[in-house]
């Protein structure tokens, strides 16, 4: 995917361990290192904000979008392939 998180470096940053932001922020340490790691394939946008709140971040600190990863991937720019109308 093309969006990389760089939530392991604002962690670093703010010297805050994946264990204390889950306690901060309320999410499970499963569920933050699956975001950590990249593996994850969605974020609600509540909880992109209580992880900025809890970083004193903004979005734009933790997460990047990355073209060259989206062509490593074999995604498109465009609709989804498996969806020729793109609906």
Request: charge should be negative; glycine fraction near 6%.
């Amino acid at each position: 995917m093309a969006i990389v998180v760089t939530l392991d470096e604002m962690l670093h940053l703010r010297r805050m361990t994946l264990t204390e932001l889950s306690t901060r922020v309320g999410i499970t340490l499963a569920n933050l290192s699956i975001l950590k790691t990249g593996k994850a394939r969605g974020l609600r946008f509540q909880t992109l904000a209580a992880i900025c709140a809890a970083l004193d971040c903004q979005p734009g600190d933790i997460l990047r979008y990355d073209p060259a990863i989206a062509d490593l991937d074999g995604e498109s720019s465009n609709a989804d392939s498996s969806n020729p109308k793109g609906a």
